[in-house]
């Protein structure tokens, strides 16, 4: 059964995996969808690219490498994060990723069980989470990037615009940089719903019907 619905999450494009992530934005409502379209593509881009000139630099580096070469500090914490919500990894400015221990276990575990490596290409879960982790480092450190620059406006008088940025833009692109420079044929957005199975199936379950409605734009 969960081999079928990881085959289903892994054809699931980065267009449609970008819809998933807009339906979360707070914002949501304030972009028409020609527009979400557009910043789904952008976003995707800016992380591949972002992703591209890593791998030119430090060419087959392990991320591990890769962070320690760009003077991040990395700490694996012995927590499940915070009570209310699981957390697997975070980036904290100026130079520090935190990897929740315990959770990457739990998922690792859970792949090993139900022997999902190869369908997932054998990817490394403590990998994929640095390498989310580390675009929104480079994010923060690059004030002309995309997704620091994309806003919708929210509310005008005349003249003047309020305008603000969307949170899904800076996490599509985080998932399109792991993804290029992972080098994996699908979207890293599968453990959404793959790294809630080992906390709560009843509610993976329910993520995963939800998702499976931006399957081919529905």
């Known amino acids: ?4 619905k990881i085959d289903f999450l892994i054809n699931i494009n980065d267009e449609e995996w970008g819809q998933y992530a807009f339906s979360r934005d707070p914002l949501k409502g304030k972009v028409s969808e020609e527009l979400r379209r557009e910043i789904i593509k ?3 881009e800016c992380g591949k690219i972002e992703a591209i000139k890593l791998k030119e630099k430090y060419k087959d580096s392990p991320i591990k490498k890769i962070i320690k070469k760009m003077n ?4 694996e914490e012995d927590s499940n994060g915070t009570e209310s919500y699981i957390m697997f990894a975070c980036y904290n400015s100026p130079n520090k990723i935190t990897i929740f221990k315990r959770n990457k276990m739990l998922v690792e575990e859970f792949i090993k069980e139900n022997k999902l490596n190869n369908k997932l290409e054998y990817i ?3 990998s994929m989470l640095l390498a989310h982790e580390l675009f929104h480092h480079i994010e923060e450190n690059n004030k002309d990037i995309y997704t620091k620059n994309e806003k919708v406006v929210l509310w005008k008088i005349g003249k003047y615009k309020y305008k ?8 599509i692109a985080a998932m ?3 993804k290029e420079l992972l080098s994996i044929n699908y979207n890293p957005y599968v453990f959404d719903v793959l790294m809630l199975y080992p906390h709560d199936e009843n509610k993976a379950n329910e993520l995963y019907k939800e998702i ?6 529905h």
């Open 72 to 75: 991040l500090e990395f700490i």
């Open 176 to 178: 399109a940089f792991a």
């Open 124 to 126: 490394d879960v403590e």
């Open 164 to 171: 603000s940025g969307l949170v899904c833009i800076g996490e």
């Open 212 to 217: 499976e409605g931006f399957k081919g734009g």
């Open 42 to 44: 952008k976003a995707n």
């Open 1 to 4: 059964m969960i081999e079928e």
